[in-house]
């Protein structure tokens, strides 16, 4: 049997709960509680899911964990401007390299108008 979790989570650090709150607020398209995650010092450069696949096969525990996407990448997805500025303003680049490659931000979103 093999069982798959995501969870947010972000590299080991001392803004590591920071990180994880920052993920779990831009999924929630909660701008204010990503704006507190950044203040309780979430690093949106280093804040990445993890995705992890736990494998049960005749009693033995395998398990992989691989890092997933970043709050850009997830801020992007979104759709939401201010979340969008926020982790730029925190230090990001208008870049996002997700897991299908790099993509300009510019490229995502025409103008401010249109977002909402």
């Known amino acids: 049997m093999a069982t798959t979790t995501s969870a947010p989570t972000s590299t080991h650090g001392p803004s590591e709960g920071a990180n994880a709150r920052l993920l779990e607020a831009i999924e929630a398209n909660n701008l204010d509680a ?3 995650a950044i203040s309780d010092g ?3 450069r ?5 995705i992890t696949l736990v494998v049960h096969i005749d009693g033995k525990v395998n398990a992989e964990s691989a890092f997933g996407e970043g709050a850009m ?19 990001e680049d208008d ?5 299908r490659g790099p993509k ?8 401010r108008e249109e977002i909402h």
Request: aromatic letters at 12%.
């Open 34 to 36: 990503v704006r507190e």
């Open 42 to 44: 979430a690093d949106v």
């Open 46 to 50: 280093l804040a990445r899911k993890r």
């Open 73 to 91: 990448t997830l801020a992007i997805r979104s759709a939401n401007f201010g979340i969008v500025e926020a982790v730029l303003e925190a230090g």
């Open 95 to 99: 870049y996002d390299y997700g897991l």
């Open 104 to 111: 300009f931000l510019g490229e995502c979103f025409v103008t």
